[in-house]
């Protein structure tokens, strides 16, 4: 029969109810409906647990942008490079390719190459009798100028060279048979797509040459990642503070 049950300054109401897993009769407590006064002090067994539950703050410098369902990781040099994160070190990659670029399309192979051997040699045999002058009239004892460069250890090792070559042949391998079944017609959409894309790039031959056709494609490498995540920033910038209100 159900009768009152006292436990500190709050009064509970327990009954006899059957278990079906015991053939006692374990008595169960009923927690009366609204704010208790015993969740600060011990409650006996058998008690119902108060569950818990947790409280989530949004925090702007601690959310994670996720973008398409995933989160995608930054890292690599080329992405780093072409996303511009270092400054100075995508200005001078840029910078000397474009160089390059722009003087294979003025000269010759052959005169670009002299043209930098040159230019580094002068720059070597300048450092180097600049750095003996200046021990001579300053009678110190520094030696070399570039003796750290010269003491480092640049030979290849034949266990890294052969992991370089075996990792290239799996590649080169897997070009060579795709390139076969192309020419053979295994796959005859296959093939007639590559001859549509050649088709196209005769045209495109007959406009720009291919020195051309490699700068126009450094100068987007470096622009459209830049320009499509400033703008892709920007425009999803109301939709996350609209989403945060």
């Known amino acids: 029969y159900p009768f009152p049950l006292s436990l500190g300054s709050e009064v509970i109401r327990a009954e006899v109810l059957p278990s079906p897993q015991s053939s006692g009769t374990p008595h169960r407590f009923k927690r009366p409906a609204g ?16 569950k818990a539950h947790a409280v989530t703050t949004r925090c702007p410098q601690l959310r994670c942008r996720h973008r398409g ?16 994160r270092d ?27 002299s043209y930098l051997v040159l230019s580094l040699l002068t720059v ?57 079944r192309l020419f053979l017609v295994e796959d005859l959409i296959d093939s007639l797509k590559l001859a549509l894309f050649m088709w196209l790039m005769t045209y495109v031959g007959a406009v720009f040459n291919g020195i051309t056709l490699l700068i126009l494609g450094v100068l987007v490498a ?15 910038a109301p939709r996350s503070i609209k989403e945060e209100n």
């Open 222 to 236: 470096f622009i459209a990642p830049v320009v499509y995540e400033k703008y892709k920033d920007s425009s999803q």
């Open 87 to 113: 400054v100075k070190k995508s200005g001078m990659v840029f910078g000397a390719i474009m160089v390059l670029l722009l003087s294979l399309a003025a000269f010759s192979i052959i005169s670009v190459v």
């Open 124 to 180: 070597t045999i300048s450092f180097r009798i600049y750095k003996s002058v200046m021990q001579a009239v300053q009678k110190s004892d520094e030696g070399h100028p570039f003796k750290a460069l010269l003491d480092q250890d640049i030979t290849l090792s034949s266990d890294s060279f052969q992991k370089k070559v075996s990792s290239s042949l799996v590649h080169i391998n897997s070009a060579l048979k795709y390139i076969v």
């Open 35 to 50: 704010p208790s006064t015993m969740d600060g002090i011990h409650k006996p067994s058998g008690y119902p647990a108060v």
């Open 69 to 84: 369902g995933k989160t995608k990781a930054r890292d690599g040099s080329v992405h780093d490079l072409l996303y511009w």
